[in-house]
Every structure is written in structure tokens, then in C-alpha cells.
Nanobody
Framework: EVQLVESGGGLVQAGGSLRLSCATS????????IAWFRQAPGKERKGVSC????????HYADSVKGRFTISSDNAKNTVYLQMNNLKPEDTAVYYC????????????????WGKGTLVTVSS
């Protein structure tokens, strides 16, 4: 059974940091691209960042470039999202997702999804 379990969300003040984790199981980790999406209240879900677990190449949405860093620990089948200099507009439910194709991230149609973790940034 494929599982993606997010953790690390919470309440933080603007300018603060959080690190999200996405623990995965049930598929060959190295064969997949792992992405983070977020959905703010009343808004559509959008891609935040994606990493190719075989070579470490990554993509970031313009809104998080320079503030967020995605990384993977292939030994632990886990992907992280380090979020620095958080802003109130980063408030959202953050979802982890996996797909064999990196391009699926740009289409939003990933094969597997976690249940999400809430990040709230206060001003």
C-alpha cells in the first residue's frame, strides 16, 4: 500500500521557519518525483516545489524561491521542505505527492497524495 505522510506543520510567526517532512512507503522511492503542493482557504491547490529523487534536481514556484528548500533522504524514503522567512500568505494546507513523471508536477496530476499538514503563519 502506497503511503505519503506529512508532518511538521504548525503555527509560526511571520519571519519564522518550519520544516515539513513527507515519509513515503509502498513504492520505489528512487523512481519517483516527490512534490509539495499547497492549498490556501478558498483557493485552488498550487505546486510549491518538486524534486527528482534520482538526481536531486528541483523546481520551485516563484513565490517561494530563495525561501524554501526541498531535499530528499533516499535512505529514509523521505522528502523535506525547509521553509524560511515565512509570510502570512504561505498559510495553507501543504500536501506531499508522488509521480513517476516530473512533468506531472506542472500539471498537478500526481499519482499519489498525502492527507496534508496545516501551516499557519501569523502576522
Amino acid at each position: 500500500e502506497v503511503q505519503l505522510v506529512e508532518s511538521g506543520g504548525g503555527l509560526v510567526q511571520a519571519g519564522g521557519s518550519l520544516r515539513l517532512s513527507c515519509a513515503t512507503s509502498g513504492f520505489t522511492f528512487d523512481d519517483y518525483a516527490i512534490a509539495w503542493f499547497r492549498q490556501a482557504p478558498g483557493k485552488e491547490r498550487k505546486g510549491v516545489s518538486c524534486i527528482s529523487t534520482d538526481d536531486g534536481s528541483a523546481h520551485y514556484a516563484d513565490s517561494v524561491k530563495g525561501r524554501f528548500t526541498i531535499s530528499s533522504d533516499n535512505a529514509k524514503n523521505t522528502v523535506y521542505l525547509q521553509m524560511n522567512n515565512l509570510k502570512p500568505e504561505d498559510t495553507a494546507v501543504y500536501y506531499c505527492a508522488a509521480d513517476k513523471s516530473f512533468s506531472a508536477y506542472f500539471l498537478g496530476g500526481m499519482d499519489y497524495w498525502g492527507k496534508g499538514t496545516l501551516v499557519t503563519v501569523s502576522s
